[in-house]
């Protein structure tokens, strides 16, 4: 049976709000997404709605080119890590996406919650997520516990050290999309040590 992939995208957006976050992590990549295709075409996260407003967020299909995750002339870094998953996962995966994206008016962004991981406070609210929340739920739903950390707690940085996740790119997003869309064993030759 044909093994399937889940990707994380960890990125550094670059907008006001993730640079605030960036000064209280001291993580240069603030911002999780996860993607159902190694092309990049199926992203997923909670976060801002519009790229000017960073107070209206919810579930959120991100472009990795474009207003939502990055500008077409401006660098991005990022990595990519992905973790193999059996048929039978990678269509829970799907099927919980798809539930998600067509309520999507029925959840909202945690604001409160990144709020709870500063003050060392866990807070869950129903039916909302900041993005590593999201994820986190999102792989222990399906089946996939990623980390030892509750959900509600989970910051993007901690995918970084995910026994599950492998590793797969890391530099400017761009890159990424290009090497992943034309040639995929252009990804280890850009494999840096993160």
Not at 29 to 50: C, I, W
Request: glycine letters at 6%; charged letters at 25%.
């Amino acid at each position: 049976m044909e093994q399937k992939r889940i990707y994380v995208l960890l990125t550094d957006t670059g907008t006001l709000f993730s640079q605030v976050i960036k000064m209280y992590t001291r993580h240069p990549l603030n911002h999780a997404s996860v993607a159902l295709d190694e092309s990049l075409n199926e992203v997923f996260s909670f976060g801002r709605k519009g790229p000017a407003n960073p107070f209206v967020g919810g579930f959120v299909r991100e472009r990795v080119i474009g207003d939502l995750i990055r500008g077409e002339s401006r660098l991005t870094r990022c990595a990519l890590y992905s973790c193999t998953v059996s048929p039978e996962m990678y269509n829970r995966f799907r099927s919980r996406i798809q539930d998600i994206e067509r309520n999507e008016h029925q959840y909202k962004y945690n604001l409160l919650g990144l709020l709870g991981i500063a003050l060392k406070i866990r807070i869950a609210r129903k039916n909302a997520y900041f993005c590593s929340q999201f994820i986190a739920s999102l792989f222990q739903e399906c089946g996939l516990r990623l980390t030892s950390k509750e959900a509600e707690m989970v910051t993007p940085d901690d995918f970084r050290h995910c026994q599950a996740l492998k590793l797969e790119f890391i530099g400017d997003l761009k890159d990424v999309v290009s090497s992943l869309n034309t040639n995929r064993n252009l990804l280890v030759s850009n494999l840096v040590s993160a």
